[in-house]
């Protein structure tokens, strides 16, 4: 297994300083590369990334779905893992990501859980070890065979939001996702700007346009409003389950 680890940046120099790291040390042993696909930060992501020996993806689009095709596209690896920069995967990502793929895993993620000691997040990251497409969502990172995302055409860029649960909703159908019992640590820097509850009634208004058939950046639109500080561009986040 060579295994390409994709990050999706902006303006997340501070956060790649920790990330980084942490990535490089615990994939030792294993082959490996990760690619920064930054969309035009205007903080020091770039220079962040070329010291801590990652290569940099320039993307002009400040859209997700464009930033991790442009890195799945420039990527060497026969699997691929989409990874968001606020979030620490398990220190055994590497071997347990190689394990699942000899074992003949198509694509898989983990469970999570906060930076936060909230009880209400506790529940909120509970329900991520189940199937359903509303308990996904890219912040429990996401592996999956180069070839088989090659073949589905990788990420609709339409989708400006919600990308990584309309990948899932056509991927599902043809491949078993694997939840593994081990915990992301996510950040839960939405909820230190917002109440729990204002973003649970967003997460559930996007997730219910979406599944209407709404147009993306109607919904984009639509989250950004009921918010009161969302982060711009390619890094907002939705995910059902939080």
Sequence with gaps: MFLSIILPTLNEADNLRRLLPYLRAN????????????????????????????RLVPCPQRNRAAQMNAGARAAQGDVLYFVHADTLPPPSF???????????????????RFDSPSRLLRINAYFTRFQRLWCQGGDKTFFIRRDVFEAMGGYDERFVVMEE?????????QYPLRILPKD???????YDHN??????????????????????RCIKRFYYACLRHPKAGAEATLSGAH
Excluded: H
């Excluded at 992301?184 to 939405?190: E, I, L, Y």
């Excluded at 967003?202 to 219910?208: E, I, P, T």
């Design 94 to 112: 590497a071997a347990d990501i190689e394990a699942e793929i000899a074992t003949g895993t198509v694509m898989g993620c983990y469970r999570y």
């Design 165 to 173: 649960y309309d990948f899932l909703r056509k991927a599902m159908k």
């Design 195 to 216: 109440s729990w509850l204002r973003v649970q009634l967003a997460n559930a208004g996007a997730f219910m346009l979406f599944r209407l058939g709404i147009e993306p």
């Design 27 to 54: 994939a030792q042993g294993y082959a490996f590369e990760i690619l920064v696909a930054d969309a035009r930060s205007t903080d020091d992501t770039a220079v962040v990334a070329l010291q801590e020996g990652a």
């Design 184 to 190: 992301v640590v996510v950040s839960a820097r939405k």
